[in-house]
Structure formats: C-alpha cells, structure tokens
C-alpha cells in the first residue's frame, strides 16, 4: 500500500514540476513575457503621465494668450521671436547660446 501512495505522490509531484516549468518558460504567457509586460507598462505610464501634464500646460498657455490681444503678441515675440516689418530684434544670449530671458 505505501509502495502505491509513494508512487501516486511521486507522479503528482513530476506532474506538478512538469506543468510549472511549462507554465514558466513555454506558454504564451510565460513568466519573461510577464516581466516585459509589466516594465513596458510602467515606462508607458510614466510617458502617459508626462504627456498628460504637457497637455495641462499648453492648455494654460492657450487660454491665457488666445484671451488678450497683448499676451498674444507677448507671446508671439518671445516664442516664435517673430518681429513687426519696421523693427529689428536683437537677442543677448549666454555662453551655451541661450537666450537670458526666458
């Protein structure tokens, strides 16, 4: 009788290692694909998070500049260095070519 229990344990335990180790390394979803996965997803939501605030700010500077004449044409000149025909611009920058205003 013991004979019969220690080979039934004995098969449930190859079995139980047998599937592990398929389920680990063979699957469609083995464990290094898991892995992967999971650190693709985080860099993702870090980049989703980024965009997100980007998104935020260029939303502010849209409604404070479309809302005045005056900050649209601020903003024009200190962004886009844009200029009326009549006038010339000059721009102080720093050793790294920098402007110094920002």
Excluded at 47 to 67: C, N, P, Q, S
Excluded at 69 to 88: F, I, S, V
């Amino acid at each position: 009788m013991q004979t019969l229990l220690r080979r039934l344990r004995n098969f449930y335990v190859a079995t139980a290692l047998v599937l592990l180790t398929w389920m680990t390394f063979f699957d469609a979803n083995d464990l290094p694909s898991q892995i992967r996965n999971w650190w693709k997803l985080r860099e993702l939501e870090g980049d989703a998070a980024f965009y997100e605030g980007r998104i935020k700010d260029i939303r502010r500077e849209r409604r404070e500049v479309l809302g005045n004449d005056r900050l649209r044409e601020k903003y024009a000149r200190e962004k886009y260095l844009m200029k009326k025909p009549t006038e010339d611009i000059f721009v102080i920058v720093d050793e790294n070519n920098e402007p110094l205003e920002k």
